[in-house]
């Protein structure tokens, strides 16, 4: 695809036009520039990454078509420029005309990225737009783009005149006193360019830094003295521009050098650091904000400096702080992904220079201390920064994210322990955020296999805490599928990840199970998400829902009854405390044992000799409840703790239907299916049903109505002992098997299925609909329930 993209380009745009063709080259600069302008928002990497790959694929070619073609396209393009420029003074066109210059012009500075040679002649011409009078957004696009085109060209033009080199860095000295954060950032990397590299001209910079370090100095004094004095407000401007311009200063120059401090003894880099962190606890946030920017320029020339106590403490409190403001965090977040920038393009760089001499040097002379410097610094905020993905606002978890990913590709930390928060990052609302968290997952996957795996569960969880802190409205439970069309589930990527395993996948699946076992105690929110998750999984094979059923069955004999063991308990011992009760109150009790006990008794009869459970009328059941709510002891907390933990197995029981009735399996296929056969028996595609949503009604209601912290009422009473007595009738029922006699197994299925429908809300009419038909896939002998005797 990229061999196809890069032809076509080639010969649309980098095949050499005929010098005669005056057309045909206007109408190319114009297609080019066009989409240059049309892709102002969403940046160029593209086109950096095409001009590379076309010209890299000819070096070694004695015929260079390429380069031949960007060397016309250049010169032409700056043709243009001075076109527009004569035109802007019509006034019409100005707006048309304003635009088409800085695309030109933009276009240009993407060629001087790839190949700066290309601009070197026509840096002369460039100059003059440094001088551009700004009104408009426009303008200040010419003047950033020239200044950025002049800082990589001016170093390879061979003897420059020094009238041209004085009058660049007069204009970027004048721009930079002149005019706001954006234009200072790009002139001080061109000055830092031009002196660094080519005039050495140290005092003129170094009076430009004393000015503003001066004004800093004189500032921070006056505030000692009075906190509350008027000047610091009067000087507002003044400060924030001092605080920004010395921190830019410090990122280009390194004013600890003889060269422009002399031989003075004082540490340059640690009283701008002091004066910096002071007005980092002003009061005035927006003060706070550049100082904080100003710092994270310094700590470009002087990473060092991030290991210092207090800059560590002012970091990690304004991350870790949940109170502190989102503009300091993003600020914060900001400075960690610059210094993270500037070190890749620092050792890309050496990475190039190194190629050039790699034949002469010797390999162990190389020890690149830089990269385990950032290591060093990563490893002292990574803990803070991946806590930042829990926040409510995008932008802070945008920021954080790009510091990890910029992390993980360096190599700078072991990636295991992020794969949990990338994986809470994998359900972001926002799509571009999940597939960049997605993206780094899959590239951790293709070079550590079975990281993912280890740390699945994990990063379910703590999805659900992404979620959760997301989630702006918290009455409403935290769901976990995406409403749209197809109800995707949040974490449908990471399933899709560890699916082709099918060992990992087994482990993935039963874990999550586990989790709704009642001695697990999870919330019943975080069921609620993991259930909704296994529900919208994109299974493939009807091994993977059978598989998902078969345990579900397993945890619901287990957890069943002990929830029904506890409940019965706590009925009794309340009983047996009891003081001797009144004449009449101890004729009720009695008779209340009496059914409790005949109930026991009952279930423990083989099943053929049960009472039939079909018989049974309303009165009775209005029966059986009011003996139990007779039962039910003083304090309530014991039929709170059912009903909270029963939700873990009515969301198992929904489940299991919600899967049943999504691959249309029938009661006897889920009961024959077994684990440990063969994967091929059950390698059938899976036909799912359309329009089959999950939606969990009694466990919405439970987090809704906030019963666990509400006052129980009468009702709420009578409508956890029905619970009960269905959840007692369920388990009674719960195998449909081991009955001979025709007949028998539709008693024990009606009951079992009255209870499940009972049990869950009645809102289940699909529910039976699975019992009769199989899947239209399988290729099976239709049989009833007795076909699949299976033990449990």
Known sequence: LQKLVNETFQKLWFTPTPHNDKEAMTRKILNITDVVAACRDTGYDWFEQLLQNLLKSEEDASYKPVKKACTQLVDNLVEHILKYEESLSDSDNKGVNSGRLVACITTLFLFSKIRPQLMVKHAMTMQPYLTTKCSTQNDFMVICNVAKILELVVPLMEHPSETFLATIEEDLMKLIIKYGMTVVQHCVSCLGAVVNKVTQNYKFVWACFNRYYGALSKLKSQHQEDPNSTILTANKPALLRSLFTVGA???????????????????????????????????????????????????????????????KTLYNSILSDKNCSVNLKIQVLKNLQTYLQEEDTRMQQADRDWKKVAKQEDLKEMGDISSGMSSSIMQLYLKQVLEAFFHTQSSVRHFALNVIALTLNQGLIHPVQCVPYLIAMGTDPEPSMRNKADQQLVEIDKKYAGFIHMK?????????????????????????????????????????????????????????????????????????????????????????????????DITLSVSGSNLLQSFKESMVKEKKKERKPSSDEETESDSNSGSESESEEEASKPRRLRKRVDSDSDSDEENDINAVMKCLPENSAPLIEFANVSQGILLLLMLKQHLKNLCGFSDSKIQKYSPSESAKVYDKAINRKTGVHFHPKQTLDFLRSDMANSKITEEVKRSIVKQYLDFKLLMEHLDPDEEEEDGEVSASTNARNKAITSLLGGGSPKNNAAETEDDESDGEDRGGGTSGVRRR
């Open 249 to 311: 200063l410090c990122r280009h120059f390194d004013f600890d050098q003889e060269d422009f401090k002399g031989n003075s003894k004082v540490n340059i880099k640690d009283k701008v650091l002091e004066l910096l962190m002071y007005f980092t606890k002003h009061s005035d946030e927006e003060v706070q904000t550049k100082a904080i920017i100003g710092l994270g320029f310094a700590f470009i020339q002087h990473p060092s400096l991030m290991f210092e106590q207090e800059v």
């Open 456 to 552: 699945a569960v994990a990063g379910m969880k703590m999805s659900y805490q992404v979620q959760q802190a997301i989630n702006t409205c918290p009455k409403d439970p935290v769901r976990g599928f995406r409403h749209d069309e197809s109800s995707s589930a949040l974490c449908s990527h990471l399933y899709s990840m560890i699916r082709g395993n099918r060992q990992h996948r087994r482990a993935f699946l039963i874990s999550l199970l586990n989790l709704f076992d009642d001695t697990a105690k999870t919330e019943v929110n975080m069921l609620l998400y993991i259930a909704d998750n296994l529900a919208c999984f994109p299974y493939q094979t009807q091994e993977e829902p059978l598989f998902i059923m078969h345990h579900i």
